[in-house]
């Protein structure tokens, strides 16, 4: 019989090319069980690796390479790549579960409609492992033709051994799971999911049972699809006789003799980089098409069936080739050239290299069989224009890939999982860090796991990236997101889509907006029905940020020492050093006992005292009033706008004529512009404060957003006051959203620092500032991260790409990342370019007329 089998894989027939298909016995949570076998099924988790620093990458590979070494030495393994498309409609089934405000289906919508139109596909990593030869059924494999011929399937699993058979794959997950893989059990959804995804068919996939398994009619009706085989390519053809999808399987029979990492060795991670451009009639090609979106990705998919060797196999195996290579440096150093070859001497010295390795590290030589499958659902020559590309690609790396000619069936069959390996003449034999070195679990990977999608992954790996910043003080995590760089590169329109999920999700957002350009926002809330206002310095707005109005809720004993101090801010120096405080904090007092307190009851009560100082004081109190930094906290309200209250929405407080003085100059040195300013900032930050700790507010999502933060790291309180929010947020349910271009002054600030969960960075192009994002990023501050933060914000022509920025998340994870806005509509609304500021103004003026 062995001659037989020898005979037959000598003509390319053998028993491993001729062996049946698997036939499926049952699915369970990690297990795969056929009639001759089982294998555990775990997924693997995808590491960061594309920002990840040198030190941090060949740690992790040692970690990996041990991993393979120590764990999986003896086993059959099958690691598979896929690749699925996002399904986007999951998104409005998230959204019923996390949006409660305004049109919440319109806008979770707007999203969905805009990862229909991106199509990102999503990689799943998958390993499997055979566990057992199922004792007393390969003596049953014979009986199986008249069986299936009747429609029978004697096959089962009894409960006694599933359980034996589940214990055995978790005591494999435990150790599995330290890998950087960190693996897990596949659910049995998962393992129906990927046997059935071949088939290319349209139907639902089957429920497990209370038991949490698959088996039967139902394990049957996955595999129901059929598969026509041919010599370079195999048709999947659905019930009614129509092909559905061209499939390739490709083998990597030539790799170089070195690969390095990063380079060709990541054979693996750079599936995703692989894209090609379909053959198209020009005539098909709208005018205006984007050259950019003819690209497409191929998004081949690898199956890697693999034997790590025991150590001591393995160091035979090494040894004999040291000594055959010795052998034929002798025999050759004996024949009249006494040349043998510097081939051989090398061969030599690296076995013996290699036999020192292994014995002193986790190191020892893995047997894998990689194979590339290529499919298209769009016809014949557009799979053939993806081979060539993944051939192209390949090829540039010095990887020699090629189509399975003759042999599409049995390389088909070997990617299925629960099958075996049928192609052995077509593998390599090599150090496990050849293997490891591929980065099968790299890529780019940043952001929340769950919670409102708001961009997209920009590195090796496609992926969606979500970002929820009110989330932190449900996990019990710090509460400050910073957004940093270059003015016009989109980290205020990001803090603004940032600022609207937030409103959705049923928060309250308070903006204080120095640069006036969060207007916006304001718009865009209202546009989807969230409850959101505009309150902005000047007459009109008399009386909104009243002391006595914001503090209500604290008491009025509050007031009573907030009112006096701000009032005496607000007051000319030489009436304050002639002690202006008093008579304000007795009219202050006067104003309060007589009840329904406000500010400009107390200038009034002012310019109505005997005392001459205090009618002085109330007069020029009464004139600032009715300057426009002046009037929002102690004008006379005129009814027009409403006062700020701490309710769900969106409320964005414009103050772009705000002056501070700078924390070096004295009370003496301002000027009344500055005094206005600091008093009117008095207010915003003591209603920060009050309404950030106020028990009964402990329930509410509630969101600080302050663009231009430098405005207020250029004062004491100002300062103190970003702290104390940074600081207190989780316990107090209050998330601080940062905007600056100034990163050197932000770092300055230890209290915030310490509290960052998420980081934007955008462009910077100066060496300090470069390098203060740097810090915040957590990465080196050297060339090649100046250099990443420099071309972050250009597209490949040097223009500007906005909204393209590092994101380094609550696991200080780094990756480039796109922030999207789904929408033109939304984008015009949220553009904050002074060209969309005039535009605003002059459509306002035009409805202003229309009313008249």
């Not at 086993?75 to 598979?80: E, G, I, M, V």
């Not at 409609?113 to 999503?122: D, H, N, V």
């Not at 129901?224 to 559905?244: E, F, K």
């Not at 040291?322 to 001497?345: V, W």
Request: charged share 25%; hydrophobic share 40%; glycine share 8%.
């Amino acid at each position: 019989m062995k001659v037989l089998q020898k005979i037959g894989s000598f003509l390319g027939v053998g028993g491993d090319r001729s062996a049946t298909a698997p036939q499926y016995v049952a699915l369970a949570d990690g297990l795969i069980i056929t009639d001759s076998h089982t294998e555990a099924w775990f997924v693997l988790a995808s590491s960061n690796t594309d920002l990840m620093s040198e030190n941090s990458r060949d740690a992790e590979l040692d970690a990996a390479s041990s991993s393979l070494a120590r764990t999986l030495p003896g086993y059959d393994c099958h690691l598979r790549v896929m690749w699925s498309p996002l399904h986007a409609e999951d998104y409005m089934t998230e959204a019923a579960g996390m949006f409660t405000a305004g049109g919440w289906e319109e806008w979770a919508d707007l999203r969905v409609r805009r990862l229909e139109q991106i199509g990102l596909p999503t990689r799943h990593l998958l390993l499997g492992v055979r566990l057992t030869e199922r004792t007393g059924q390969a003596q049953k494999v014979s009986r199986r033709g008249i069986q299936e011929g009747l429609g029978l399937n004697a096959h089962t699993v009894s409960t006694r051994e599933l359980a034996k058979l589940d214990a055995q794959m978790r005591r494999l997950g435990r150790r599995l799971e330290a890998s950087p893989w960190k693996a897990q059990p596949a659910a049995v959804e998962m393992l129906a999911w990927m046997i059935n995804r071949e088939q290319h068919r349209t139907t639902p996939l089957p429920a497990p049972s209370a038991a949490g398994v698959i088996s039967g009619a139902k394990l049957a009706a996955l595999t129901r699809g059929r598969i026509m085989p041919h010599p370079d390519h195999l048709r999947v053809v659905d019930a009614h006789g129509s092909v559905t999808a061209w499939v390739s399987v490709m083998t990597m029979h030539g790799f170089p003799e070195q690969m390095e990492s990063p380079g060709n060795g990541e054979w693996l991670r750079v599936l995703s980089e692989i894209n090609y451009v379909p053959d198209m009639d020009e005539d098909e090609l709208p005018d205006d098409v984007d050259p950019a979106s003819l690209i497409l990705p191929v998004s081949p998919e690898a199956s890697v069936r693999f034997r790590v060797m025991p150590k001591r196999d393995a160091l035979k195996k090494v040894e004999a080739a040291r000594r055959l290579a010795k052998e034929q440096r002798t025999s050759a150093a004996k024949q009249s050239a006494e040349d043998p070859g510097r081939d051989i001497e090398e061969t030599e010295y690296k076995m013996a290299e290699l036999t020192r390795d292994m014995r002193r590290e986790d190191l020892t030589l893995v047997e894998d069989h990689p194979r590339l499958v290529i499919t298209s659902t769009e016809s014949l020559d557009d799979l053939r224009a993806r081979v060539d590309a993944v051939i192209t690609h390949y090829g540039g790396l010095g990887i020699e890939v090629s189509v399975g000619e003759e042999e599409q069936r049995e390389l088909w069959l070997e990617a299925q999982p629960g099958d075996q390996l049928r192609v052995p003449d077509l593998g390599h034999t090599r150090d496990v860090t050849a293997l490891s070195g591929s980065w099968w679990w790299g890529g780019a990977k940043v952001g929340d796991d769950s919670g409102p999608i708001v961009g997209y992954l920009t590195g090796s790996t496609p992926g969606v990236f979500r970002n929820d910043v009110t989330a932190g003080s449900d996990r019990g995590d710090a509460t400050t997101t910073a957004y940093v760089g270059r003015s016009g590169r989109g980290k205020t329109t990001a803090m603004m889509l940032s600022m609207l999920d937030a409103g959705f999700r049923g928060g309250y957002c308070l903006a204080l907006d120095f640069k006036g350009d969060l207007g916006g926002v304001v718009t865009a809330a209202r546009r989807y029905g969230l409850d959101a206002h505009l309150v902005e310095t000047g007459a009109q707005f008399a009386g909104v940020a009243d002391l006595f109005t914001l503090l209500a809720a604290e008491g009025t004993d509050v007031a009573r020492g907030e009112v006096p101090a701000q009032l005496s801010i607000a007051a000319p120096e030489h009436l304050r050093e002639r002690g202006a405080e008093t008579p304000i904090t007795h009219a202050t007092n006067a104003v309060i006992e007589a009840g329904e307190p406000a500010t400009w009851k107390v200038i009034e009560y002012l310019r109505n005292m005997e005392d001459p100082l205090a009618r002085e004081t109330g007069e020029a109190l009464y004139e600032l009033s009715r300057n426009g930094l002046g009037a929002p906290f102690m004008g006379r309200p005129t009814g027009d706008a409403l006062p700020l209250t701490p309710q769900p929405g969106i409320w964005v407080v414009q103050m772009p004529g705000l002056s501070l003085p700078g924390v070096e100059s004295t009370r003496k040195e301002w000027n009344p512009m500055q005094r206005l300013s600091v008093a009117l900032m008095h207010s915003m930050l003591a209603y920060g404060v009050t309404t950030a700790g106020r028990r009964d507010l402990r329930g509410l999502r509630k969101a600080v957003c302050v663009p231009e933060v430098h405005v207020l790291t250029a004062t004491r309180e100002g300062s103190n006051f970003l702290q104390y929010i940074a600081r207190v947020g989780r316990a107090l349910a209050t998330s601080l959203l940062l905007d600056t271009q100034d990163p050197e002054s932000l770092v300055k600030l230890t209290g915030v620092i310490e509290q960052l969960t998420t980081v934007a960075g955008f462009q910077l192009t100066t060496r300090e500032q470069q390098d203060a994002l740097a810090e915040l990023l957590g990465l080196p501050k050297d060339a090649h991260s100046r250099a990443l933060i420099q071309s972050v914000g250009l597209l490949p022509d040097g223009e500007i790409r906005h909204g393209h920025c590092i994101i380094r998340d609550r696991r200080f994870s780094c990756a480039t990342v796109q922030w999207d806005i789904p929408s033109l509509e939304l984008g015009k609304l949220l553009d904050t370019s002074p060209k969309a500021a005039q535009a605003e103004q002059n459509d306002a003026v035009t409805m202003e007329k229309a009313a008249v």
